[in-house]
């Protein structure tokens, strides 16, 4: 057997592995919809199985790209979840009567209902969204926090579209109103990349600093929004135009799960198949040979962080026109710190994000079903979570010790702006 046949070979039993995953678990969903013990006929024959499986080839594909790009890392990330767990049952073991039943509920309760897995889905979107944002300035060896600020002015702008915008069809007025929310994070985003390359500003601390002062102004600006009679701080529903259609009875999944697929499938194009892509990866491995090779490190620099922010705008919008329909407070609630966790372990690696997306909402969402169903805090699964972050803190760590002792430190730069946070050696000697 020739190379490229063995390749196809495998190329065809991970696609027929991916399908089935898909079909496995729209089967498991639909019968939770059917009464017990329900045919192989009436699972397939129900209404919704279509688009509940469409959705969960997209799952599957999910984790075959995520395969396909880290390779062993995917190994990797798969042991460093399961260790988080491990460590997470071992507390519960102590804390919890039952630590059975509550894990059960934590692995199985997103797949237990229509409703929660439509929850999981709508999770991974938002943080699939925000993965790709943090990944395109992690691949510059930049640290941006911004993603926060950027979500509040994206979902701010998309609203004011959505609100008082009228007379439009819903093929104009939702993609219009994204739109809006793209432009206001990539503005957004603009400013701390200025600011980073053009001042030499650390994005650590101006992203992070700004993130308050964008809650606050959508705060201040939702305040005229809230109707009379509202007992909360809202605005008005959004029209039916600007709403994302449902695409499955029963389950509150909307068409942005095919806005998410494509904004992957994009972001890699950026990062893989064009010029600015490859700029951001050289400056991301050594920004003195970017620039010693022509590359306008400022600019690359602001693009990158202005691209952040059009993805984290968009994930503003999808919140507000997907999930609460309206405008209000807390939209967020630390959603882009999540990203990062995302972003991490799917290595900066934009196919990958998706698979890591799902995830990690696996774990959120099957968290929710665990205090409902066993009566355990939320916090248990906050502990998985900082475990999962500490073994890649870790392995990142190794990594860069690794690097100093067989290359050593480089001499510093003057006047260029230098990676703030890096796994390979910095420019600063």
């Not at 892509?277 to 991301?284: D, K, Q």
Request: hydrophobic residues 55%; aromatic residues 8%.
């Amino acid at each position: 057997m020739t190379v490229i046949g063995a390749q196809r070979t495998r190329a065809i039993i991970a696609a027929l592995l991916a399908a089935l995953l898909g079909l496995a678990l729209t089967l498991r969903v639909i019968a939770t919809a059917l009464p017990d013990g329900a045919s192989l006929g009436a699972l397939i024959s129900a209404p919704t199985f279509a688009n509940t499986l469409i959705v969960n080839l997209l799952v599957g594909l999910s984790v075959l790209l995520f395969v396909y790009e880290t390779r062993w890392g995917a190994f990797r990330a798969l042991i460093t979840v399961i260790a988080a767990l491990a460590i997470g049952f071992l507390i519960l073991l102590i804390i919890n009567t039952d630590p059975w039943n509550a894990y059960a509920n934590l692995l199985s309760g997103p797949l237990s209902l229509l409703n929660r897995w439509g929850n999981w889905i709508n999770a991974a979107i938002s943080l699939t969204l925000l993965g790709l944002a943090i990944t395109l300035v992690f691949s510059a060896q930049l640290f941006s926090l911004g993603a926060e600020g950027q979500i509040y002015f994206g979902a701010l702008a998309t609203g004011w579209v959505a609100l008082f915008v009228h007379g439009l069809p819903a093929a104009i007025h939702i993609p219009l109103a994204l739109s809006a929310g793209c432009l206001a994070g990539f503005l957004w985003g603009l400013l701390p990349g200025v600011l980073r390359a053009y001042l030499g500003a650390n994005e650590l601390v101006s992203t992070l600093m700004l993130n308050p002062i964008a809650i606050a102004a959508y705060e201040m600006l939702l305040q005229p929004l809230k109707p009379p009679n509202a007992g909360a701080v809202v605005s008005a529903d959004f029209p039916q135009s600007a709403l994302l259609p449902r695409f499955i009875e029963g389950a509150p999944i909307t068409t942005a799960v095919f806005y998410a697929g494509i904004a992957v499938a994009l972001t890699w194009l950026i990062m893989a198949r064009t010029p600015l892509g490859y700029e951001i990866r050289i400056i991301g491995a050594n920004i003195r040979f970017a620039r010693y090779g022509g590359i306008n490190t400022k600019r690359t620099i602001v693009l990158a962080m202005a691209i952040s922010g059009v993805l984290a705008g968009l994930t503003g919008g999808y919140l507000v026109l997907a999930i609460h329909q309206r405008l209000r407070l807390g939209i967020s609630a630390g959603l882009a710190f999540e990203g990062i966790v995302v972003a991490l372990l799917a290595r900066n690696k934009p196919l990958a994000v998706p698979a890591m997306a799902l995830l990690y909402s696996y774990l959120r969402t099957g968290a929710d079903v665990m205090q409902s169903q066993a009566k355990v805090s939320l916090e248990i699964v906050r502990v998985i979570q900082a475990i999962i972050i500490l073994l890649i803190t870790a392995e990142a760590v190794v990594n860069f010790l690794r690097w100093r002792r067989s290359q050593g430190a480089l001499p510093g730069d003057q006047g260029e702006p230098q990676a703030s946070v890096a796994l390979e050696p910095s420019e600063q000697g």
